[in-house]
């Protein structure tokens, strides 16, 4: 393969394009057969949630959304990967976070994808706290163990 | 000797606190990351609030994370914040 293009990662407040980032990846070289991306989602919550809103550790989680992304492209043979985050205020129905990794084959880029949500979950710095639509603040959304148990289970399987 | 760091808190354990930040003399003493949050706990009610269960603090130096056995040596910046909940 070519050699790999730096990672694009982003943090932003405004929304992402997800059409627009597939053809980024596709567009950029010749040799991509695949592209996988995942598209997190904020969701209702039974209708109880106005928004989720995401505080994150500027400076720190460029750095740990960096060195994942380093990490994966040591990993696997891609030859692209896309990374973006929403911080602030994000409504049901609206996008929180992309991951898209393109490779040659589509084995590469489908467990690329997986691994680096995987850990952006657990390990970038980022929190969500819940807004109610009774117009009031909610709690802090609290980790969940069955996280922390996939990335065990990526350096259970570490070469 | 003493030394000079920033603290930084993030979501609920900046609010418990009831600061975003802070710069902090450490005594010699205090070296690793578990002995701060010794330390802290005895700066009073708003940090034993923030730190009762420290097992669940996790803990960035210099942008990096730490486990609680870390030296804090040399740190410029120590970040404390609940378990992260991104994605």
Known sequence: MEPVPAPILRIQAADFDVAAEIDRLSQARADVGAIVTFTGICRAEEGRLAALELEHYPGMAEAEIGRIAGEAVRRWELSGLTVIHRIGLVKPGQN???????????????????????????????????????????????????????????????D | MA??????????????????????????????????LVFLRERGEEYRNALARPE???????????D????????REIALFPPMTGG
């Open chain 2, 56 to 66: 669940v603090i996790r803990v960035a130096i210099d942008h990096e994370h730490v």
């Open chain 2, 68 to 75: 609680h056995g870390h030296s804090i040596a040399g740190a």
């Open chain 1, 96 to 158: 929180i976070v992309l991951v898209a990794a393109g490779s040659v084959h589509r084995q590469a880029a489908f467990e690329a994808a997986s691994f680096v949500m995987d850990f952006l979950k657990s390990r970038a710095p980022f929190w969500k706290r819940e807004h109610l639509n009774d117009g009031t603040t909610g709690d802090w959304v609290e980790a969940r163990d069955a996280d922390e148990d996939r990335i065990r289970g990526w350096a259970v399987t570490k």
């Open chain 2, 3 to 36: 030394s000079d760091v920033k603290l930084v808190y993030f979501a609920w354990v900046r609010e418990r606190i009831g600061k975003a930040e802070e710069d902090i003399d450490l005594p010699a003493e205090v070296s690793t990351v578990a002995q701060l």
